[in-house]
C-alpha cells in the first residue's frame, strides 16, 4: 500500500511552531491564567484560551459561542485572558496574542500541543473540530516540536512497530527528533483523525503514516516500509540534515536545501 505521494500539508495541522508551556517555573511562579491551563492539563481537559481587548460586542458573542457550545462538556474549560494584562505575559506571547486580531481564541489539548487558533470568530463547529483525540494531540505536539511523526495505526489486536519505523527512530541522525505515535486503526475515537489522514482502518496489518514539521504528510505506507525508503523520502522532502555528504540525501538525489 505504499504510495508515492507528493508531501501535502496534513489537514489537522492547524498551528505550527509552537512550543508546550514550561514547566520550569513552579507553580506559584504562574499566573492565573497558566494555573488554570495547567490545572485543566493535569484533569485531562483542553484549555479555550480566550484572548481579548475588551468586553466589546465582539468579544461577548464569541464568550456566548463558546459558554453554548462547551457548556454540557465535561472535557474542556473557558480560560479568558485580556491582553492588557502584564501578569499574563507568558501566555500571550506564547501565541503571539498582541498580533491576533481580536477576540481570539487558542485551544489548548491536555498534552500542551495547540489544537487551534481562532481570531475575531468562531462557530460551534470549529470549537467541536477543535477538540482532537489523544493521538491527534499527540503528533501536534511532536510537529510542533519540530520532530519527524511516524503515526502507526495497528489492527485490532496488533501492537508490533513495523521493524523499519523502529529503524528509522534508532538511527542517530534521526533519534532525537523523531516521535513514534501508535494507535488502534479501530478505536472510535480516532475515527476522524484518521480520517483526515486518509489511513484505511480495514487494512490486516498496520500502516504507518509519515509526517514531517510543520505538517508535512510524506507518505503512507504499510508495515513493510523500509528505513531507507523512509530516510530518502525525508531527504527528498528537504527535511533530513545540513550535511551535503549525507549518504541518505545522495539516495534521493544527490542535494538538498537547508533542513527546515
Same mark, same amino acid.
Given at each position: 500500500? #505504499?504510495?508515492? #505521494?507528493?508531501?501535502?500539508?496534513?489537514?489537522?495541522?492547524?498551528?505550527?511552531g509552537?512550543?508546550?508551556?514550561?514547566?520550569?517555573? #513552579?507553580?506559584?511562579?504562574?499566573?492565573? /491564567?497558566?494555573q488554570?491551563?495547567? =490545572?485543566?492539563?493535569?484533569n485531562?481537559?483542553?484549555?479555550?484560551?480566550?484572548? +481579548?481587548? =475588551?468586553?466589546?460586542?465582539?468579544?461577548?458573542?464569541?464568550?456566548?459561542?463558546?459558554?453554548?457550545?462547551?457548556? *454540557?462538556?465535561?472535557?474542556?474549560?473557558?480560560?479568558?485572558?485580556?491582553?492588557?494584562? *502584564?501578569?499574563?505575559?507568558?501566555?500571550? =506571547?506564547?501565541?503571539?496574542?498582541?498580533?491576533?486580531?481580536?477576540?481570539?481564541?487558542?485551544?489548548?489539548?491536555?498534552n500542551?500541543?495547540?489544537?487551534?487558533?481562532?481570531?475575531?470568530?468562531?462557530?460551534?463547529?470549529?470549537?467541536?473540530?477543535?477538540?482532537?483525540?489523544?493521538?491527534?494531540?499527540?503528533?501536534?505536539?511532536?510537529?510542533?516540536?519540530?520532530?519527524?511523526?511516524?503515526?502507526?495505526?495497528?489492527?485490532?489486536?496488533?501492537?508490533?512497530?513495523?521493524?523499519?519505523?523502529?529503524?528509522?527512530? *534508532?538511527?542517530?541522525?534521526?533519534?532525537?527528533?523523531?516521535?513514534?505515535?501508535?494507535?488502534?486503526?479501530?478505536?472510535?475515537?480516532?475515527?476522524?483523525?484518521?480520517?483526515?489522514?486518509?489511513?484505511?482502518?480495514?487494512?490486516? =496489518?498496520?500502516?504507518?503514516?509519515?509526517?514531517?514539521?510543520? /505538517?508535512v504528510?510524506? /507518505?503512507? +505506507?504499510?508495515? *513493510?516500509?523500509?528505513?531507507?525508503?523512509?530516510?530518502?523520502?525525508?531527504?527528498?522532502?528537504?527535511?533530513?540534515?545540513?550535511?551535503?555528504?549525507?549518504?541518505?540525501?545522495?539516495?534521493?538525489?544527490?542535494?538538498?536545501a537547508?533542513?527546515?
Amino acid at each position: 500500500m #505504499t504510495r508515492n #505521494t507528493q508531501a501535502l500539508t496534513v489537514a489537522f495541522m492547524l498551528i505550527a511552531g509552537a512550543l508546550p508551556l514550561s514547566h520550569q517555573a #513552579t507553580a506559584a511562579e504562574f499566573s492565573a /491564567g497558566q494555573q488554570a491551563v495547567e =490545572s485543566n492539563a493535569q484533569n485531562g481537559k483542553f484549555s479555550f484560551v480566550l484572548f +481579548y481587548r =475588551s468586553n466589546d460586542s465582539a468579544t461577548q458573542s464569541m464568550q456566548q459561542v463558546l459558554q453554548s457550545t462547551l457548556a *454540557n462538556r465535561q472535557d474542556s474549560v473557558i480560560v479568558p485572558i485580556q491582553i492588557n494584562d *502584564n501578569r499574563e505575559q507568558a501566555l500571550i =506571547s506564547k501565541f503571539d496574542a498582541t498580533r491576533i486580531p481580536m477576540p481570539a481564541v487558542a485551544v489548548l489539548a491536555p498534552n500542551g500541543a495547540i489544537a487551534s487558533v481562532f481570531p475575531q470568530r468562531v462557530t460551534p463547529q470549529h470549537l467541536t473540530a477543535a477538540i482532537v483525540s489523544p493521538a491527534q494531540a499527540n503528533c501536534l505536539k511532536a510537529l510542533q516540536e519540530q520532530k519527524i511523526v511516524l503515526l502507526c495505526a495497528h489492527p485490532e489486536g496488533q501492537k508490533i512497530v513495523p521493524a523499519g519505523v523502529t529503524q528509522f527512530q *534508532n538511527d542517530a541522525l534521526f533519534k532525537k527528533r523523531t516521535e513514534v505515535v501508535t494507535v488502534n486503526a479501530n478505536d472510535p475515537a480516532e475515527a476522524r483523525f484518521l480520517q483526515q489522514l486518509r489511513i484505511r482502518t480495514d487494512q490486516p =496489518s498496520s500502516v504507518v503514516a509519515f509526517m514531517a514539521p510543520p /505538517g508535512v504528510m510524506l /507518505g503512507l +505506507y504499510n508495515e *513493510n516500509v523500509t528505513h531507507n525508503i523512509l530516510a530518502q523520502k525525508l531527504a527528498a522532502a528537504g527535511k533530513c540534515c545540513d550535511d551535503a555528504n549525507c549518504k541518505h540525501i545522495k539516495a534521493a538525489g544527490g542535494t538538498q536545501a537547508p533542513r527546515r
